[in-house]
């Protein structure tokens, strides 16, 4: 099973910086990387898909860079809004993987 | 517009098998390449993918639950049921179906609501 690290659990940023998440596959998944965000109570939300492609009606401060193990999101300035969790998640060989989540909070 | 919602019953006790159905609009089970999957959420926890069935009625399942786990499709009633068998305590957690695309990405792009099921004798 492909296991999916994200680092770090928690980012304390202050509104207006830039946020970078990171998340690593313990083998290749070529682009199949998925980029979530979730807030309290919520259901989560597709941000990105295949590695760097926003998704319909996401903001350009997302965007999503990497291929085989190493990706990163990132947030070029943080608004209100975006102060929640994300999950990376990975699709290889009809196989689903989540990462556990980084933690963005206001600083 | 497409939007999916779960059902299920809220509490079960253990050993039970819990059933879940996902309704949905808007996207169609007869249409090449489109999925309707299964994602749980143990309370402030991570999310873990259990299952997942394409519109050819090819089922994909997660190894480490597979021997639990049936998912089936209706698609006349635009519907998708989980059944989970042997239900334990650590099976609390908040249940959503999901679509995914026939991009081959393997996104999840609609989400349902979520349904919380605890499991409690």
């Known amino acids: 099973e492909i296991v999916m690290t994200q680092s770090p659990a928690t980012l304390s940023v202050s509104p207006g910086e830039r946020a970078t998440l990171s998340c690593r596959a313990s083998?290749?998944?070529?682009?199949?990387l998925v980029w979530y965000q979730q807030k309290p109570g919520q259901a989560p939300r597709l941000l990105i898909y295949?590695?760097?492609t926003r998704a319909t009606g996401i903001p350009a401060r997302f965007s999503g860079s990497g291929s085989g193990t190493e990706f990163t999101l990132t947030i070029s300035s943080l608004q209100s809004e975006d102060f929640a969790v994300y999950y990376c998640?990975?699709?290889?060989?009809?196989?689903?993987?989540f990462g556990q989540g980084t933690k963005v909070e206001i600083k | 517009q497409i939007t999916l919602k779960e059902s299920s019953p809220t509490l079960v006790k253990p050993t039970q098998t819990l059933t879940l159905t996902c309704t949905f609009s808007?996207?169609?089970?007869?249409?090449?390449?489109?999925?309707v999957g299964w994602i749980r959420q143990p309370p402030g926890k991570a999310l873990e993918w259990l299952a997942l069935?394409?519109?050819?009625?090819?089922?994909r399942y997660s190894p480490s639950l597979k021997s639990r786990l049936t998912i089936t499709k209706d698609t006349s009633k635009n519907q998708v049921v989980l059944t989970m068998t042997n239900m334990d305590p650590v099976d609390t957690a908040t249940y959503y179906c999901?679509?995914?695309?026939?991009?081959?990405?393997?996104?999840?792009?609609?989400w349902g609501q979520g349904t919380l099921v605890t499991v409690s004798s």
């Open positions: 069935i394409y519109w050819d009625d090819d089922k």
């Open positions: 999901a679509s995914t695309p026939p991009s081959g990405y393997g996104n999840f792009d609609y």
């Open positions: 998640q990975q699709y290889n060989n009809w196989k689903w993987t």
């Open positions: 808007g996207i169609s089970l007869s249409t090449g390449g489109v999925g």
């Open positions: 083998q290749s998944v070529s682009s199949n």
């Open positions: 295949g590695a760097s």
